[in-house]
């Protein structure tokens, strides 16, 4: 994929923005909009790139010329929508974010959602957070980079099931340490002197109020997932007919298509989840009514103590709870062990007979080894998920990332087949002196010679000759 030029459109304002295969977006001063031209052009994407100070994405409306393998030329976006048009003339429509993953499939040519979560992470270096990570964090706004992730899409192996684990235990954990806090308090006012709400409160009436909730959640969640199972098995039974398959009886040799009428029991299923469904949502609908004839009933209770306080009434609610405390903090220490041990587990799958967590760090080695910070980096393979930057700081923590993030890219062009452009926010502007960067472009200019460079920068360097200059005069709007 390559950027060939981006339009912006403000109020009928409008400016171009031509790039070429090395592209220096230049000012003589900072804040003249560099990081903001180049948040645009990813938010012409459609990334969820969060505006800058002043300038509301929203209000602009961009076109993006690009390159792309499925003849994509061009993609509009104005707040929300993006339309993508084709060499052949045809136009697709999206709605963000509902749509993004499907988009960005389009854009980057794959459909693994771990590769296309993990490509801006790598190409990206944002002046504010991008020299600093490393394997796990922030990109840029909500947007993260996960090494365990990255590794998953670009090894194909599959870590559902202990993805879907960890974040099941890390639920839990975070519900029993509210729990605990709780529990404290509570233990709190046990031994204050604090007045709390008079017994004769119908506490009952609260406590049958929950119990309908926590009804209410598990019956709607039983209906969300025979919702999900039925339209699943319709997308499935669609699949397969769209394949056009045939079976053949070996003894008659009469062929059959496959299709759901073909299918014994499919439609029987589907109509007992329908049936299914009717009886979990009647059952629902009581749930609501009763749990609206409490709240009814509470409310004219708790109208008969308003001169008590909100935190007086929770406080007497908070007495009534009754969880051992050393019991609950067991629970949580043996929690934390489970995630403990799911993260190892996540670790040895991606670890294990894997040729690209190899090739990652033989690389990783070679550019720090290039950048003189090699001696900080430990030679065995598994560092790539080291958490430990406390021993980082300045230009070695920013050349460690640069190493990293350069030898992400290689491993992501091995899985998709084609150069990714590479896009650097201010690399001198990170405690990196003009030697140290030179540095990192004779890197980009041996082994990344073939992909498309933007960089944004105060300075011009020596080594990095570009094709095309985008000078910036105060603001992005006040451009030669």
């Not at 008590?308 to 709870?321: G, P, V």
């Not at 430990?378 to 980082?392: E, G, P, R």
Request: proline share 2%; with cysteine.
């Amino acid at each position: 994929m390559k950027i060939i030029k981006l339009i912006l459109n403000s109020e009928g304002v409008e400016k171009n923005i031509n790039f070429g295969k090395k592209t220096l977006i230049h000012s003589d001063n900072n804040s003249s909009g560099k990081s903001t031209l180049l948040r645009l052009l990813f938010h012409s994407l459609g990334y969820n790139i969060p505006s800058t100070k002043g300038l509301n994405f929203k209000n602009f409306t961009t076109y993006l010329h690009i390159e792309n393998k499925f003849g994509i030329n061009m993609l509009k976006r104005t707040n929300d929508h993006i339309t993508l048009y084709y060499d052949d003339g045809a136009k697709q429509f999206f709605f963000l974010p509902n749509d993004e993953m499907h988009l960005l499939s389009l854009i980057w040519e794959s459909d693994d959602e771990n590769i296309l979560k993990s490509i801006l992470g790598s190409i990206y270096m944002d002046q504010d957070k991008g020299w600093t990570l490393l394997n796990r964090g922030t990109v840029i706004g909500n947007i993260k980079f996960n090494i365990e992730d990255f590794l998953e899409g670009v090894s194909n192996r599959d870590l559902s099931y202990q993805k879907i684990e960890l974040e099941n235990i890390k639920t839990e954990i975070k519900k029993h340490t509210q729990l605990l806090s709780i529990i404290e308090y509570k233990n709190f006012l046990s031994k204050s002197n604090n007045s709390i709400f008079p017994k004769d409160y119908n506490i009952d009436l609260d406590n049958q109020l929950q119990l309908l909730i926590l009804n209410k959640k598990q019956q709607t969640k039983k209906i969300n997932d025979l919702n999900l199972s039925r339209k699943e098995n319709k997308q499935f039974i669609e699949y397969i007919e769209r394949m056009q398959l045939r079976v053949k009886d070996p003894e008659t040799d009469i062929e059959i298509p496959v299709t759901k009428d073909t299918i014994i029991y499919f439609n029987d299923n589907q109509n007992y989840i329908d049936a299914h469904l009717l009886i979990l949502q009647g059952e629902l609908s009581i749930i609501n009514k009763k749990i609206s004839e409490l709240e009814l009933e509470i409310k004219k209770v708790h109208n008969l103590f308003s001169i008590k306080s909100e935190i007086e009434k929770i406080d007497s609610i908070l007495t009534q709870i009754d969880v051992p405390y050393e019991k609950l903090y067991k629970t949580i220490t043996y929690l934390k062990k489970q995630k403990n041990s799911l993260h190892n587990e996540i670790k040895e799958k991606l670890s294990v007979n894997n040729d690209v967590l190899n090739r990652l760090h033989f690389n990783i080695l070679k550019y720090a080894k290039r950048l003189g910070v090699d001696k900080y980096i430990n030679t065995n393979k598994n560092y790539v998920f080291t958490s430990d930057l406390k021993s980082l700081s300045g230009a070695v923590l920013h050349k460690i990332v640069f190493s990293f993030k350069m030898s992400y890219i290689l491993e992501l062009q091995n899985c998709l087949g084609f150069k990714l452009p590479i896009v650097l926010d201010s690399p001198s502007g990170r405690e990196l002196d003009q030697k140290n960067v030179e540095e990192t472009f004779d890197i980009i200019n041996d082994d990344f010679s073939q992909n498309q460079i933007i960089i944004a920068s105060i300075y011009e360097y020596k080594n990095f000759a570009p094709d095309s200059k985008v000078e910036l005069v105060n603001q992005l709007f006040e451009q030669n």
